[in-house]
């Protein structure tokens, strides 16, 4: 796959192409999944639940980020890889936002980051922007707000709050935001905001609509507890590790494991 960049994903919305993203925590599923041709790939915060055993992102520290983002990019060299900006590490000061997320391009080798906010977060979009930091914006569904909004609730369902989201949406634009994650919104007005945007939007629970999507990989293979309704399994990965497993272990307790080609 071509090496990707910041312009390459307008390019591929100007085409017409779908743009593929999917959250990777690890070199291994990285390498996997930049061979089967994603396109971006997410280090989220979601590795809060998906990985660390988290109930949801808010604990997820900068540390953790960082740690996860260089696996990563050890799996995937050439891959585009953005990197999340975790609760709290930019909501406090400019200068703080700026510092978190100069670590994640200078530190963990991220090609962008990615914030949560609406048209509030603008400035700090700007900011990091003009120092040459690639942004992609968050509108509709914040988990790092998960308390404030009482749960995971689809947004922009009354007038009101979809005229906000389209504001939104345009003032990250205008910002210099580079692509918007818009998640768990109504498919109509995610593909209002689409057609109206000159960068890229990509759903998750948002509809066909939009420029592109993205999903959690641990979903996508059938390696969560829980599948959302925005996810599709593709793959029943995790009753194949159960079942490998189970059969280590009867061997090892048989005593058949391991064997003469198992020896030295």
């Known amino acids: 796959m071509k090496k990707l960049t910041v312009s390459s994903f307008r390019k591929m919305k100007e085409a017409g192409e779908k743009i593929v993203m999917v959250t990777a925590y690890d ?3 990285a390498a996997m999944a930049y061979e089967a ?7 989220g915060d979601s590795l ?11 604990p997820v520290t900068m540390e953790d980020m960082l740690h996860h983002c260089k696996a990563v990019r050890r799996g995937a060299p ?3 890889v953005v990197g999340d900006m975790t609760f709290m590490s930019y909501q406090i000061s400019t200068e703080e936002a700026l510092h978190n997320a100069a670590r994640l391009m200078k530190e963990a080798g991220c090609n962008a980051v990615k914030l949560e906010g609406g048209a509030e977060y603008a400035p700090l979009v700007g900011r990091l922007a003009a120092c040459g930091i690639p942004v992609v914006a968050h509108a509709g569904l914040l988990p790092q707000k998960v308390e404030a909004m009482g749960g995971y609730r689809v947004q ?13 949406a345009h003032a990250l634009e205008d910002a210099g935001a580079f692509a918007l994650v818009l998640e768990c919104i109504p498919a109509a007005l995610a593909e209002k905001i689409s057609g109206e945007l000159t960068i890229p939007t990509i759903g998750i629970g948002a509809g066909i609509g939009c ?11 059938g390696m969560s507890c829980y599948l959302p309704k925005h996810a599709k ?6 009753s194949m590790i159960r079942k490998a497993l189970g059969d280590y272990v009867a061997e090892v307790k048989a005593g058949s494991f391991p064997g003469p080609g198992n020896s030295f």
């Open 48 to 58: 809060g639940m998906a990985v660390l055993g988290y109930k949801n992102t808010l």
């Open 27 to 29: 070199a291994p599923t």
């Open 233 to 238: 399994c593709y793959a029943d990965a995790g």
């Open 211 to 221: 420029n592109g999507q993205v999903q959690v990989i641990h979903d996508i293979l």
């Open 78 to 80: 050439e891959a585009f």
């Open 156 to 168: 922009g369902k009354t007038e009101e709050a979809a005229r906000q989201l389209l504001a939104d």
């Open 37 to 43: 041709g994603v396109e971006m790939l997410l280090v």
